[in-house]
């Protein structure tokens, strides 16, 4: 029997109850429906809405409910439809008419919107510690790595030089911004919707601020309908995870490129790597893969919730049902990729060697001949000229700029001299680079200081 069969004179079609039951994902709401219940009824009796004799009776039985659930002990049923109606009936078969007064002034509209705000802020805060972790194995490796040489890349081609400290730590940056973005949008989310009812809130005397006070939150969601009708919060978080793969997902493409022979920057542990079934030399970079692709899943559920939501007129509307996998999807996604990547990142070892090589190449230091010429007086535009055209006299004796003869650089301009060598050096190159924000060792240095105290916070 339905706890809303009331009006109805002939039971659903079992398609339409299948169809319509959520049990079989907001099962994973059950704490903190409960959670929400048990503050819900405390409100109602200190409010005198119902007697304490039966707020008692509700909190016992709620709280073995939830131990049953805990111990596997609870079989839920899809004709209670959702994780709200399957508690509640439950609670009635155990204790009676009690269980019949918990719904007293409030709504499934406001009780799920507060069930998925109560769960998404104990997961945010998890996903929070997982992106910290993988920020703080970051700034370590950094802190090892600031004097290796690497060449660093415009449209894939060799640019500059900078040090695999400053390259991660770009990397370091995104991902605290998506800290940030996580942070904020968790506070935003802490509002209480309780009490807004279906969406008009209730003609009892309720108190919304003891119920937001009880949870825990910042205060109430302001409008009744407003609380009942938004899930922007899960788009916020879908949102700010979207980015955060994004992020990880450019950092899992890096590490791919680097550990193939063609660039062979990093090896990764074999306990991070897989093998192939037919080629027996392959040592190939799965996890980095997987990351990346699982990035699809996560706009995936961005969409869904944007779509989902863009035509609903006020108040609930039952196509926000779906909100729930999408965001359940998405946490999960989150969580698991950055629980493999951080162990994956720090048992990788870096090619130092390699790294200086591939800085020796590729002309990374044209730049700073150019600037050497300006130095001696030339305009930059002259001097970016004359060094273009020392790098094609390079090509075609097929040497690089720190090995061509200075009789050869004459032949361009009569302003180099045997200092020149001295100017293009790339690990002068590195270190004469100490503007705020640069590669050189210092400026290095000083950014992983300031992300630290900023990172404090997180702590
Ligand atoms: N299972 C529903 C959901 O997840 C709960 C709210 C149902 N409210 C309603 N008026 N049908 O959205």
Known sequence: MKLWQGRFSKAEDEKVNDFNSSIHFDKRLYREDIEGSLAHSEMLAQCGIITVEEKNKIHEGLKGILEDIEKGEIEFSVDSEDIHMNVETILTERIGDAGKRLHTARSRNDQVALDIRLYMRKEISEIMVLVKALIDAIVEEAEKTKDYVMPSYTHLQRAQPVSFAHYIMAYAQMFHRDLQRYADCAERMNLCPLGAGALATTSYPINRKLSA??????????????????????????????????????????????????????????????????????????????????????????????????????????????????????????????????????????????????????????TDCADYLVGKGLPFRDAYKITGKAVALCEQKGCDLETLPLEDYNTLSPLFADDVYAAINIEHCLAARKADGGPAPEAVTKQIENLKENLKKYE
């Open 213 to 366: 006070e009880l949870l825990g939150f910042d205060g109430i969601v302001e409008n009744s309908m407003d609380a009942v009708s938004d899930r922007d919060f899960l788009i916020e978080f879908c949102s700010a995870s979207s980015i955060f793969m994004m992020h990880l997902s450019r950092f899992c493409e890096e590490i791919i490129l680097w550990c193939s022979s063609e660039f062979a920057f990093i090896s990764l542990d074999d306990a991070y790597a897989t093998g192939s079934s037919i080629m027996p030399q392959k040592k190939n970079p799965d996890i980095a893969e997987l990351c990346r692709g699982k990035s699809g899943r996560v706009y995936g559920s961005l969409i869904t919730l944007l779509t989902m939501m863009k035509g609903l007129p006020l108040a609930y509307n039952k196509d926000m049902q779906e909100d729930k996998e999408a965001a359940f999807d998405c946490i999960d996604t989150v969580k698991q990729c950055a629980e493999i990547f951080t162990p994956m990142f720090k048992s990788m070892t870096v090619r130092k060697e390699n790294l200086r090589k591939a800085a020796a190449k590729g002309f990374i230091n044209a």
